[in-house]
Structure formats: structure tokens, C-alpha cells
């Protein structure tokens, strides 16, 4: 019996040094399930930190070229715009010569050249088409004022210095031109608060 004792107690311990052998393996392999675990999961927070920047990059690149785009197209909108306002303006500026306003217009025009200029004497130039209407301007308002019929323009009139050193031009294409730089800095203005 004490045979069978020890073989049963051999039995016992191998049995319990299978169970601690167990044991120590599921602690290792929880063990080492854990530190996996955490180590995806330190690697899919890694992964979404990195995806949710990009996406952050792409979603302000976007952004920025959405911005650009809508200001490049407003910018071209704002363009024909203010061509179209200022076509219809020259426009109705090449219709007055005929008009009954063209003389008291003309007269005005041709007195704030001169008046500008800032000297005696000086030139006046004017298309052909208006020389009759000036030489009674001049003959009424400013006589000894040298008459040229020498330029092509819709209506105004050129005043020139006798030396020809200064250079008034107030007809109605200049006009526009000044009139059209101070629309779009009015239309800036309006639109956007400031210049």
C-alpha cells in the first residue's frame, strides 16, 4: 500500500504541477493578451489621431480652394459688372453730342479745361465735329484762346499750356476713365466697407 500511496501522491503532485504549469501559462498568455491589446489600441488611437489630421488638412485645403474659387468668380462677376456699367456709360456719353444738352455740357467741359490750366493764353483742342460750337465758346468767354479742330473724341475738349507743357483733357472718354476709377473704389467701398 505505501506503493500505491506514493504513486497516488506522485499522481497528486504531478497534478498539481500541471495545474501551476496551467496557471502560470493563462497568467502569461493574459499577460500577453493585455499588452497586445493595449498595444492595438495605443495603435488605432495612433492611426485615428493621424487620420483625423489629415482629414483636418484636407478638410482647411478645401476650404481654402473653395474661398479662392468664389473670390476668383466674384472677381470676374464684379469685372463684368463694372464693364457693362461703364460700356452704358460711354455709351450714352457718344449719344449727347446730338442731344440739345451737348452745347451747355460742351461750354462746361471746355471753361473748366481752361480754368484748370492755370496760365493765360493756352490751346484748346476739339474734334471737327465741335469746332463751330467752340469758336462761339471761346469768341463769348474766353477770346485770344487759340482754337485747334485737331482731335477725335466723343465730346470734351483738350486744353493744352502754349508751350505745350501741361496737358488738360477733359473729354468725355478721360472723363470716363476718371469716372470708372472712382466707381469700382465706390463699388469696393459698398461691397467690402473699405478700399
Same mark, same amino acid.
Given at each position: ?18 495545474? #501551476? ?7 502569461? +498568455?493574459?499577460? %500577453?493578451?493585455?499588452? =497586445?491589446?493595449?498595444?492595438? #489600441? %495605443?495603435? &488605432?488611437?495612433?492611426?485615428? &489621431?493621424?487620420? %483625423?489630421?489629415?482629414? #483636418? ?24 459688372? #463694372?464693364?457693362?456699367? +461703364? ?26 479745361? =481752361? ?21 462761339? +465758346? ?6 485770344? =484762346? %487759340?482754337? =485747334?479742330?485737331? +482731335? ?32 469700382? &473704389?465706390?463699388?469696393?467701398? &459698398? ?5
Amino acid at each position: 500500500m505505501a506503493y500505491e500511496e506514493l504513486i497516488a501522491s506522485m499522481e497528486r503532485d504531478a497534478e498539481r504541477r500541471i495545474q #501551476e504549469v496551467r496557471q502560470q501559462a493563462e497568467a502569461a +498568455i493574459n499577460e %500577453e493578451r493585455e499588452f =497586445v491589446r493595449r498595444q492595438a #489600441e %495605443e495603435l &488605432r488611437r495612433r492611426i485615428q &489621431r493621424e487620420g %483625423e489630421a489629415r482629414i #483636418e488638412v484636407e478638410r482647411h485645403q478645401r476650404l481654402y480652394r473653395a474661398r479662392e474659387e468664389e473670390r476668383a468668380a466674384f472677381a470676374r462677376l464684379r469685372g463684368e459688372y #463694372e464693364r457693362q456699367v +461703364i460700356d452704358a456709360a460711354g455709351e450714352r456719353l457718344a449719344q449727347l453730342r446730338g442731344s440739345d444738352r451737348y452745347p451747355s455740357i460742351m461750354e462746361r467741359l471746355l471753361l473748366e479745361a =481752361v480754368a484748370s490750366l492755370g496760365e493765360p493764353g493756352g490751346r484748346v483742342h476739339v474734334d471737327p465735329r465741335d469746332e463751330a460750337l467752340a469758336l462761339g +465758346i471761346l469768341a463769348r468767354s474766353l477770346p485770344g =484762346v %487759340e482754337l =485747334v479742330a485737331d +482731335i477725335s473724341t466723343m465730346g470734351g475738349a483738350v486744353v493744352t499750356s502754349s508751350d505745350d507743357r501741361i496737358r488738360i483733357d477733359n473729354t468725355f472718354e478721360a472723363r470716363l476713365v476718371r469716372a470708372s476709377e472712382d466707381f469700382r &473704389r465706390e463699388l469696393a467701398r &459698398r461691397l467690402f466697407g473699405g478700399e
